[in-house]
Each structure stands twice: as structure tokens, then as C-alpha cells.
């Protein structure tokens, strides 16, 4: 389903400065599976969920996608795999929003706005009409229990609302793949559970979960179907756990 070769990103190229995030990655992600990239801070695993949510770009390599042709108003060689690396930026906005869920380390909720609105928010430009993802949105938090805070500001909420809010945002487009960074960095051992468990719910529904940790809570979690690990950058192991 997702397939890198040889795929670096570097920061400040050509500069003194320059620093290497991601080197020489070749790795391939299968579908309906819950992924873990396991390493320290400063491994790569940031850098390299963000390439393959379509966030940034590499600086050299190829990165392919299968599943993800719907989103393109063009048929490409290859049928339903995308070589992403070669799209203009507008035709990655699509693939981002039709295809990707995010869960970021600090939730990234936006402050000041209802718990309701926050889950609305990635749906907005799509297209849809309002009483459509408004409907999609309300279903989604009484799913993650948290319907009852539908109208407070999110900063009102605990930590282990806003993490439900934030995963209920994620969903909002119907994503095929989660992506998630660090999710439970912030959070107690308690609550790090309930968030394995959900992404086994998602898993059950079909989709592929990616989750960046070095939390033992999820990269030990009988959950989990493959694992990749990382240092300096380099994926130094990889495999399958089923």
C-alpha cells in the first residue's frame, strides 16, 4: 500500500548546517494494519510520517501510494499505485485530505472554538455541504464518548477528552490511514491503553494506523502487526509480528 525507495529528506541542503532526518529509507507499509515506528527522539520517525502523509516532500527517492488514484483528476501509468513524489502540490492537497487522518503529539486543537467545530474543522474544504460533515462530526463524538462536551471550548476538556476529540477530527473525511505522532506522549498509562484499543477498533474497520512511539504501551501492544525501527534516521529493522 505505501512504498519508499530510497527516500532522504535533508533540512538546510548545501548549507554547513545541513542535517540529514531521513537517510536512504527503502520500506514497504502493508494495508489494514497497525504499523509502529519505534526509536528515540531525534530518529526520524517525525520526518518520516510526515513524507508519507503527504506533508512534505523528500529530497530525493520515490515514494508510491496505492488506493489513492480516486483523488486525481488524471489516470497515472501503473493504475491505482501514485508515484507522490512527482504530483504538483494542489494534487497533494487532495490525496491529504481524502486520504490521511492526523494525530498530533500535542492534539493541535484549535483553541477558542467548540469541541463540535474542531471536529468539523477538515471538512470544510472539501466541498461537502455543512449538514452533511455536521451530521458525520456529531456521530463521530458520541462514537468517542465525548458528545456531551459537544458545544464547550476544547480547552475546557481533560487530556483524555481532547486526545478522543482529536481522533474523532481525524475521521472526519473518511480516511483510509491514520497517522499518528507520539499520541501518547502526554498522556498517563491509563489513557494510553484506551488509545491502543481505539486504534485496534480502527484497524477492525479496515483501516491502516501508523503511529510514531517510543512508548513501550504501544510498541509492546499485542495490537500491533509490524514494526519499524528506527536511529539516526535509518530504518534498522523491520518486520512483521503476525
Known sequence: MIELANVTKCFNSGKPNQFTAVDNVTLNVQQGEITVFKGPSGSGKTSLLTMIGCMARPTSGRFFLRGVAAALP??????????????????LNEIRRSTFGFVFQQFNLVKGISVLENVMLP???TGEGRGEFRSRAESLIEQFSVSRHAAKRVEQLSGGELQRVAIARALINNPSIIVADEPTAHLDSKLSQEFMEIAG??????????????????????????????RDGMVIGSRSLR
Open 74 to 91: 488524471f489516470n497515472q501509468d501503473g493504475g491505482d499505485v501514485v508515484e507522490i513524489t512527482s504530483l504538483p502540490e494542489r494534487f
Open 123 to 125: 471538512a470544510y474544504p
Open 201 to 230: 477498533r480502527l484497524k477492525g474497520e479496515g483501516k491502516s494506523v501508523l503511529i510514531a512511539s517510543h512508548d513501550p504501551i504501544v510498541y509492546d501492544s499485542p495490537l500491533i502487526d509490524a514494526m519499524v525501527e528506527m
